[in-house]
């Protein structure tokens, strides 16, 4: 099958600074994207997807990247507070109602 | 609330013991989706199902079961075929087609062999 990959494990950022968290994806079908944010012993919680027709989506304090010619999702989040503190991954889907979701991202705010 | 709800939330298996997992959404949607999750691992495509009455095998279907004899019901049994089945089970659901692809996950469930 597909894979969706994330280039780093862990990261950890001081509070009140930007986040980028970064996503390969190898489908080049793939159309559709999302990103997920799961704390510890919880179900992944929607936080922005992106179509393939776009290139950047933004939301509230965060803001999602799409680089199609090198298959490369990111997640940006400004301000990054206590609360964001969680893994984050994404997901790609290529219209076949299948989802492909990489390991993800620990992201550790520190106050 | 709208929602997936997922019961229970930690349940433990005996050697050779069938369980069932339960998954019921009041979202609407057509789909529904079983996941596994292992530490530091992807989700795990176990089963899905796009219509009441038909479901298909994922990447990890051995050692599962499913039912989807209603739209908002899509329980999950592990059986004693399942080898490793200590795991975080996520249960998701989705509408249908190009529009609102968006997939939703509930709480899930926690299973640990004893």
């Known amino acids: 099958g597909e894979s969706v990959g994330l280039h780093l494990p862990t990261l950890s950022v001081q509070e009140g600074d930007n986040s980028i968290i970064n996503c390969a994806y190898s489908n080049s079908a793939s159309d559709y994207f999302i990103w997920y944010k799961q704390e510890s012993g919880k179900g992944p919680q929607f936080i922005i997807d992106?179509?393939?027709?776009?290139d950047k989506r933004q939301g509230q304090r965060v803001t999602v990247l799409l680089n199609k010619t090198v298959k490369h999702l990111s997640l940006q989040i400004a301000a990054t507070q206590p609360g964001d503190s969680a893994v984050y991954f994404c997901?790609?889907?290529?219209?076949?109602?299948?989802?492909?979701f990489g390991s993800g991202t620990k992201l550790n705010v520190k106050p | 609330d709208g929602g997936i709800t997922q019961s229970p939330k930690y349940l433990f298996r005996k050697e050779g013991q069938n369980v069932t997992l339960s998954c019921e959404q009041n979202?609407?949607?057509?789909?529904m989706y079983w996941y596994r999750q292992d530490p530091g691992q992807g989700l795990r495509l176990i089963y899905y199902s796009q219509i009441v009455n038909d479901f298909q095998k994922g990447d990890i279907a051995e050692g599962y079961s499913v039912s989807r004899e209603k739209k908002e019901s899509f329980p999950l049994t592990v059986t004693s075929a399942q080898k490793n089945p200590t795991a975080f089970y996520l249960c998701?659901?989705?509408?249908?087609?190009?529009?609102?692809?968006?997939?939703?996950f509930g709480e899930g469930s926690w299973l640990t062999v004893v």
């Open positions: 997901a790609e889907n290529d219209n076949f109602n299948k989802f492909y």
């Open positions: 998701a659901s989705s509408i249908l087609g190009t529009q609102g692809r968006t997939i939703y």
């Open positions: 992106i179509r393939s027709n776009m």
């Open positions: 979202l609407n949607h057509d789909a």
